[in-house]
Nanobody, 122 residues
Framework: QVQLVESGGGLVQAGGSLRLSCAASGSIFSINYMGWYRQAPGKQRELVAATTRDGNVDYADSVKGRFTVSRDNAKNTVYLEMNSLKFEDTGVYYC????????????????WGQGTQVTVSS
């Protein structure tokens, strides 16, 4: 079994910063893709930022220049540095990972974390 545990959410004023972390644990063989998604009330879940094991990154247009995604492959951990936060960044942030376990290295799993709330006050 592989699990994702997120941390770092909270309440912050507009213009402030937060750093989210997501650590994968379990019988991991490799993790290729790790990403952050968010879901605002009444809206669909959307991609915020993602990174692959070889360093490729992708950002939603709305966060480019403000958010930075990074990862520590040795720790199977992905981070999201969020600066210049806006009210519209409010939502539940979910970590997502695609990888393989030691028991089933030919099968790619896709898992989600439980989510962490980010609230930006205007």
């Amino acid at each position: 079994q592989v699990q994702l545990v997120e941390s770092g959410g909270g309440l912050v004023q507009a213009g402030g910063s937060l750093r989210l972390s997501c650590a994968a644990s379990g019988s991991i063989f490799s993790i290729n893709y790790m990403g952050w998604y968010r879901q605002a009330p009444g809206k669909q879940r959307e991609l915020v930022a993602a990174t692959t094991r070889d360093g490729n990154v992708d950002y939603a247009d709305s966060v480019k220049g403000r958010f930075t995604v990074s990862r520590d492959n040795a720790k199977n951990t992905v981070y999201l540095e969020m600066n210049s936060l806006k009210f519209e960044d409010t939502g539940v942030y979910y970590c997502n990972a695609h990888g393989r376990t030691r028991e089933r290295p030919l099968y790619e799993f896709v898992i989600w974390g439980q989510g962490t709330q980010v609230t930006v006050s205007s």
